[in-house]
């Protein structure tokens, strides 16, 4: 039984651009080529929604809006009296440092948990302010 054979016009302008194509249809992209913010959101529902929303308060405070406040200023949570006293404005660099070690940042905070990894903490700043941005955009 032989094989079908196409005539050289119709493998060259049809069959080869698609068997180029295939192999990168059947490899999976890598894991970092997904989108900061949702690498973020996977992250944050991993190692935060334990303790935290977006959206209200848990064991610690909501994520809302964080970008540009006052850190422990947010209504209707408990801060500790350092979150409170501080004087820093979340922006990427200042939660950076809190995410790398939140008790060197700030000595005498509640949260207990730091995150090691450089390109977890962007993915999570980078998260925190894409929902922060939609939430406030759902809320107008």
Not at 23 to 36: D, R, V
Not at 87 to 92: C, D, L, P, S, Y
Not at 96 to 111: A, H, S, T, V, Y
């Amino acid at each position: 039984m032989k094989g079908i054979r196409f005539p050289g016009g119709f493998c060259s302008l049809f069959l080869l651009p698609w068997t180029l194509l295939l192999p990168s249809l059947l490899i999976p992209a890598p894991a970092g080529a997904a989108p900061p913010e949702l690498r973020g959101q996977v992250l944050y529902q991993q190692l935060c929604a334990s303790c935290h929303s977006i959206a209200y308060n848990g064991v610690g405070p909501a994520h809302q809006g964080v970008f540009n406040r006052k850190a422990g200023s947010a209504p209707d949570y408990e801060y500790s009296d350092a979150l409170k006293a501080s004087k820093v404005i979340w922006n990427e660099k200042t939660l950076d440092q809190w995410l790398r070690n939140p008790e060197q940042f700030i000595p005498g905070n509640k949260m207990g948990f730091l995150v090691a990894s450089p390109e977890d903490r962007a993915d999570l700043i980078a998260y925190l302010k894409h929902a922060g941005r939609a939430t406030n955009a759902t809320n107008k």
